[in-house]
């Protein structure tokens, strides 16, 4: 059992920055691939970044890509989400997730364990 909760959400404005940060309750966080997910109002939930256990492989999401950047401390039990250049339709409820499947994996049902998610408002 894995128990994740996520911070540093909050409201920005256009072209600010936030860091996200997850924390993984459990001894093998290291073994677990972790993904940032997001989904706003009326929408399904979409993927974002996910990096693997060691922290080798990354993967965005087209209309991230080059804004956004994960990272984790296996020492911390702890995965991160900087973001960069926020724009309007960054807004949305960003989750973290984790899933012992190795390598990397950008569908929501792919994933066992989720926090409560944190509220990310950019506005123009």
């Known amino acids: 059992q894995v128990q994740l909760v996520e911070s540093g959400g909050g409201l920005v404005q256009l072209g600010g920055s936030l860091r996200l940060s997850c924390a993984a309750s459990g001894r093998t966080f290291s073994s677990y691939t972790m993904g940032w997910f997001r989904q706003a109002p009326g929408k399904e939930r979409e993927f974002v970044a996910v990096?693997?256990?060691?922290?080798?492989?990354?993967y965005y999401a087209d209309s991230v890509k080059g804004r956004f950047t994960i990272s984790r401390d296996n020492a911390k039990n702890t995965v991160y989400l900087q973001m960069n250049n926020l724009k309007p339709e960054d807004t949305a409820v960003y989750y973290c997730?984790?899933?012992?499947?190795?390598?990397?994996?950008?569908?929501?049902?792919?994933?066992?364990?989720w926090g409560q998610g944190t509220q990310v408002t950019v506005s123009s």
């Open positions: 990096i693997n256990g060691s922290g080798g492989r990354t």
């Open positions: 997730a984790a899933t012992q499947y190795g390598g990397v994996w950008y569908n929501p049902p792919d994933y066992k364990y």
